[in-house]
């Protein structure tokens, strides 16, 4: 691909660099961008600008937040001792849209996969450990996604806290073996968080 302004061809590639963003849509990304009001790529820039500097991560889930306390566990009206344990930030929107689960999260920051070289310390799983630990949790629900990797990462946390007093439960297999939480609709997902299965029926169901 040529380009006729080097300032262009810079904005094209730093575009391209988005996942799922080849260098044909970067293009018309960035021409679309300089068709606009100057005011509006300037909101843009400075957006991005202050999620990447601003931007903090709750002290107590790992969620994304503008504060120390997100305001998920700030609510005095959710069920503390209910935690569901999710990827990242775009599962726990999953959840919440779905209306059905009054309880906290744990963000854990991604699923253990050798492949790609992580393991269960790059994860946020010793913070969640402490909180059971210290007695806060009374049940845990596993939400990853159906693959190879989030069930490793279920299974690798109910053994690490298979000898604590409380309930491990998964989501029902309402979602697709294989599939990410995120793509799943709000009804199947709302009824996987309702009809929970102990962690050790999926198991023997496996």
């Known amino acids: 691909m040529e380009f006729s302004s080097k300032l262009l ?52 889930c790992h969620n994304i937040s503008d504060s120390d306390c997100c305001e998920i566990c700030a609510n005095v009206n959710r069920q503390e001792h209910i935690v569901c344990v999710v990827e990242d ?3 726990v929107m999953a959840i919440e849209n779905t209306g059905q689960f009054k309880g906290r999260y744990h963000v854990l920051g991604g699923k253990i996969s050798p492949m790609e070289g992580i393991g269960p310390h790059d994860l946020t799983i010793s ?44 989501i029902a297999r309402g979602i697709s073996v294989g599939d990410e939480l995120e793509f799943a609709d709000e009804v199947t997902l709302g009824r996987s968080i309702l009809n929970r299965i102990p962690f050790e029926s999926s198991l023997k169901a496996s």
């Open 9 to 60: 061809e810079n904005a094209v590639y730093e575009m391209s660099q988005l996942p799922g963003i080849g260098k044909r849509t970067a293009l018309r990304l960035v021409l679309h961008i300089l068709k606009q009001p100057k005011e509006q790529s300037t909101a843009l820039s400075e957006a991005i600008a202050a999620v990447r500097e601003q931007i903090k991560y709750c002290a107590h």
């Open 127 to 170: 913070s969640l450990a402490n909180k059971v630990k210290e007695g806060k949790i009374k049940e845990l629900i596993f939400a990853l996604s159906s693959t190879m990797e989030g069930d490793t990462t279920n299974f690798y946390i109910y053994k690490l806290l298979k000898p604590y007093n409380i309930s491990i439960s998964t």
């Open 89 to 91: 930030i775009r599962d």
